[in-house]
C-alpha cells in the first residue's frame, strides 16, 4: 500500500467537494449568517445541536459565538444542547432518546430563535425531533446535512435554510460542515462589528 498516494487521494477529493460545494453554498450560507445575525440583534439566541458525531462540532460552534472567534467582540447568546450533562442526564432515562434535544427546545427556544442543526444523513431520530420542536416554537432553522438531506430535508418550510454537502462520504460531510461553520461564525463577526472585507 502507498500511504501517500492514498494520503493525496484523500486531500484531493477534500478539495473536490469543497469546490463543489463552494457554487451551490455559497448563497444558502450567506442567507444563513443574515437569519442568525437578525435574530441576535433582535435578542433572539442560537440553540445547535448535532447527532452522534456531529455533537462535538455542535458544541465548538456555540463555544465561538459565545467566547468569540477571530475577532473580539461581546459575547453571543448561544448553547449547544448536548453541553449541559446535568440536563440530559434525566432525559437519557427517558422512554424516548430522540427527546434529548426537543425537550430543551421545548423549554428554552422562543419566536425569533434559530435552530442549527447538524446531521450527515439528515436522519437521526434526535435531530428530526429537534426541527419539530423547533417548527412547534415558531424558530427559523437552519440544517446542515449531507447526502441528499434525508428525513431533514423533508421537514424543512420554505423559511428554513437547507445546507447540503454535496459527498455521501461520511468524512468528507464533516469535513465541509466545519468550513460551513467557520464560515457562519465569521460573516456573525463580519456583520454585527460592521467588517468591510
Known amino acids: ?13 477534500n478539495t473536490r467537494t469543497t469546490l463543489d460545494a463552494l457554487e451551490m453554498l455559497a448563497a444558502p ?10 435574530s441576535l440583534l433582535d435578542n433572539g439566541k442560537i440553540l ?28 453571543l447568546a448561544a448553547f449547544a444542547l448536548s453541553a449541559d450533562a446535568s440536563t440530559l442526564a434525566p432525559i437519557a432515562g427517558d422512554p424516548s ?10 423549554a428554552l427556544g422562543q ?4 435552530l442549527l442543526t447538524l446531521s450527515t444523513s439528515g436522519d437521526s431520530s434526535r435531530i428530526v425531533d429537534a426541527i419539530r420542536a ?8 437552519i440544517a ?23 459527498a455521501d462520504r461520511t468524512a468528507r460531510i464533516q469535513e465541509l460542515h466545519l468550513l460551513v461553520l467557520h464560515c457562519l461564525c465569521d460573516g456573525i463577526d463580519c456583520l454585527l462589528l460592521g467588517v468591510e472585507d
Do not use: K, W, Y
Open 1 to 13: 500500500m502507498d500511504l501517500i498516494e492514498r494520503i493525496s487521494r484523500q486531500f484531493q477529493d
Open 29 to 38: 450560507i450567506a442567507g444563513a449568517i443574515e437569519v442568525m445575525t437578525s
Open 48 to 75: 445547535v445541536c448535532g447527532g452522534s458525531g456531529s455533537s462535538g462540532d455542535a458544541r465548538r460552534f456555540a463555544a465561538q459565538l459565545v467566547n468569540g472567534f477571530e475577532l473580539e467582540r461581546p459575547s
Open 97 to 106: 432518546p430522540a427527546a434529548l434535544f426537543s425537550r430543551q427546545i421545548l
Open 111 to 114: 419566536p425569533g430563535d434559530v
Open 134 to 141: 423547533a417548527q412547534e416554537r415558531d424558530m427559523r432553522i
Open 144 to 166: 446542515l446535512t449531507g447526502i441528499e438531506g434525508g428525513t431533514v430535508a423533508e421537514l424543512l418550510g420554505p423559511d428554513d435554510i437547507h445546507l447540503c454537502a454535496p
